[in-house]
């Protein structure tokens, strides 16, 4: 979902810097899963891992293009979209890990599925998005307010209250700045989301141009952030 674009610049930045961001992603769940293999490592994994997915469709998707058959873009792109939205309840699920609620495996999959069903329903929405005849993604206005609702309100807002509360129930000052360093990172890997919604909407070239190289230097400095605050203590 992020870089998308009728330019050159889009497919420069898919082609040679999303083949990067996957590599770093899947070593950053690799590293996680070394040090132990329990629910909170292998739910903040899964969120690495998923991002990562989510890039390689990007890749796959502009590859794919050459075919021009309609039905396997729209798969593809749709695919890496909601994979890309959906990811990010792991980071809450893990938050909340972390915070000692007691979840159940039925509890857990229960609200991986109703996240999962939230995404779907949001990617259905009747002409949300569309592809241009040179299978460029463009969201309309109401997709976007209707994006940016469920992004608020089922990302960034519970990452917020459950972060307040997790910062808490830290006394240790050294625990606190690594709390810090992983709240900035979870910030980031939001705005991210948030921008790419508005890079698919607004088809402004001084934005696009911004966001398109601020965008590979937040994913990466996010992604460690996340892993240095917390995932490396685990």
Same mark, same amino acid.
């Given at each position: ?106 509890? *857990?999959?229960?609200? !991986? ?7 779907? +329903? %949001?990617?259905?929405?009747?002409? $949300?998005? @569309? =592809? ?78 911004? *966001?398109?190289?601020? !965008? ?7 992604? +460690? %952030?996340?892993?240095?605050?917390? $995932?490396? @203590? =685990?």
């Amino acid at each position: 979902m992020i870089f998308q674009g009728t330019e050159w610049i889009r497919e420069l930045f898919i082609l040679i810097l999303y083949p990067f961001l996957v590599i770093f992603f899947l070593i950053l769940a690799y590293k996680v899963l070394k040090r132990k293999r329990d629910r909170a490592p292998i739910t903040l994994s899964t969120f690495y891992i998923i991002v990562s997915v989510g890039l390689m469709l990007n890749i796959i998707y502009l590859l794919v293009t050459i075919t021009e058959v309609e039905i396997v873009l729209y798969l593809l792109y749709y695919l890496s979209s909601f994979l890309t939205i959906f990811s990010f309840i792991f980071i809450i699920l893990f938050i909340n890990i972390i915070l000692k609620v007691d979840f159940t495996n039925k509890k *857990y999959l229960l609200i !991986v599925f109703f996240y999962a069903l939230g995404c779907i +329903l %949001l990617h259905l929405f009747p002409g $949300g998005i @569309t =592809l241009t005849e040179n299978w460029t993604p463009v969201y309309n206005w109401i997709f976007f307010i209707l994006a940016y609702i469920y992004i608020t309100f089922f990302i960034a807002v519970p990452s917020i209250v459950y972060s307040i509360q997790l910062s808490r129930k830290f006394i240790d000052q050294n625990l606190k700045k690594k709390l810090k360093m992983f709240l900035i990172g979870i910030t980031g890997m939001i705005f991210t989301l948030y921008g790419a919604i508005l890079f698919n909407t607004w088809q402004d070239p001084i934005f696009k141009s911004i *966001y398109s190289v601020s !965008v590979i230097i937040i994913l990466i400095s996010s992604g +460690l %952030l996340i892993y240095y605050g917390i $995932g490396r @203590t =685990l």
